[in-house]
């Protein structure tokens, strides 16, 4: 599996997530100091978060950073 691939997998459970807990990317951006178009960009695949931000992201989505990597490795 290639970067993009992967990258796009990563976006994708980032939404589903965000999508369970009722929240907008705007809401998800503001809890992880971000702006809304990176939490776009990052969902669509097309930004690599840091770690740092990925460690944000599962905190503010309340889930184990496991679950947003999931069928990336």
Same mark, same amino acid.
């Given at each position: &599996? *290639? ?16 999508? #369970? $807990?009722?929240?907008? $990317? ?6 992880? +100091?971000?702006?809304? *178009? ?5 969902? /669509?695949?097309?930004?690599?978060? /840091?770690? #740092?931000?990925?460690? +944000?992201?599962?905190?503010? #989505? +309340?889930? *184990?950073?496991? *679950? #947003?990597?999931? +069928?990336? &490795?």
């Amino acid at each position: &599996m *290639n970067t993009k691939e992967r990258l796009k997998i990563f976006g994708i459970n980032v939404k589903k997530h965000r999508l #369970l $807990q009722g929240i907008s $990317q705007e809401e998800l951006a503001e809890k992880c +100091d971000i702006s809304r *178009n990176s939490i776009s960009l990052i969902e /669509t695949g097309k930004l690599n978060p /840091t770690i #740092l931000k990925v460690v +944000d992201i599962a905190k503010a #989505l +309340d889930v *184990n950073i496991e *679950n #947003l990597i999931t +069928d990336i &490795m």
